[in-house]
Nanobody, 114 residues
Framework: QIQLAESGGGLVEAGGSLRLSCAAS????????MGWARRAPGKQREVVAM??????VYDDSVKGRFTISRNNANDALDLQMNDLKPEDTAVYYC?????????WGQGTQVTVSS
């Protein structure tokens, strides 16, 4: 069974940076979609960045500040977050999908102070 584990969250001041990582367990993964989503307090979960069949897409709210990257050697997924803003405060989740399955990690808290 595939499992995902996020790491790298924490508390940072506005303008600072954090790098989130998602580690995947399981051999021979065939993944079509890898993405990062977040859920802010009182809001629905939203996708902020994705790699979908080789195409990278960012939400407008993070474009130019966040960079998603995939390590093909171990199916890891990173999210480099720069110039963080208080509105980026949320629990961040990684999400892998392929035909017939859709897996989410447990999430990691990111808090940006003003």
């Amino acid at each position: 069974q595939i499992q995902l584990a996020e790491s790298g969250g924490g508390l940072v001041e506005a303008g600072g940076s954090l790098r989130l990582s998602c580690a995947a367990s399981g051999d021979g993964l065939s993944v079509n979609y890898m993405g990062w989503a977040r859920r802010a307090p009182g809001k629905q979960r939203e996708v902020v960045a994705m790699i979908n069949n080789g195409m990278t897409v960012y939400d407008d709210s993070v474009k130019g500040r966040f960079t998603i990257s995939r390590n093909n050697a171990n199916d890891a997924l990173d999210l480099q977050m720069n110039d963080l803003k208080p509105e980026d405060t949320a629990v961040y989740y990684c999400n892998y999908r392929s035909l017939g399955w859709n897996i989410w990690g447990q999430g990691t808290q990111v808090t940006v102070s003003s």
